[in-house]
């Protein structure tokens, strides 16, 4: 019977194919435990979005607070088209305003100043 030569360079050289198949295992350990990752994390993902909704706001992106200024809350033509959306399930009309203080320093408005 003929000798494998794989077999005789296996057992010439243990220790280097020790380190070959140790680091062949972690490369595989590594590939799998990032594949199993992936599908838990994405099954996770697809189960709890069914309770969480995305949220939006409106905004006028030519006013430098982004409020609504050119918009007339008397009209609410804008918000029953928003409401009658099937895409939208809740809406919560709030109107933002700016106001300003006259001669009273704020910190939060200008933290450069000092008291």
């Known amino acids: 019977m003929r000798s494998n030569v794989f077999i005789k360079s296996i057992l010439r050289q243990p220790i280097r194919n020790l380190i070959l198949a140790l680091m062949i295992g972690i490369a595989t ?5 990032r594949v199993t990752e992936y599908i838990i994390v994405r099954g996770e993902i697809r189960r709890i979005e069914e309770f969480y909704r995305a949220v939006g706001f409106l905004t006028n992106p030519g006013h430098p607070m982004g409020a ?3 918009l007339n809350f008397t009209d609410l033509a804008w918000y029953e088209s928003i409401k009658a959306s099937p895409y939208v399930e809740y809406v919560d009309r709030r109107r933002v305003v700016t106001g300003y203080l006259d001669n009273l320093l704020n910190a939060n408005a200008n933290p450069r100043l000092k008291s």
């Open 29 to 33: 350990f590594g590939a799998v435990l």
């Open 68 to 70: 609504f200024n050119n």
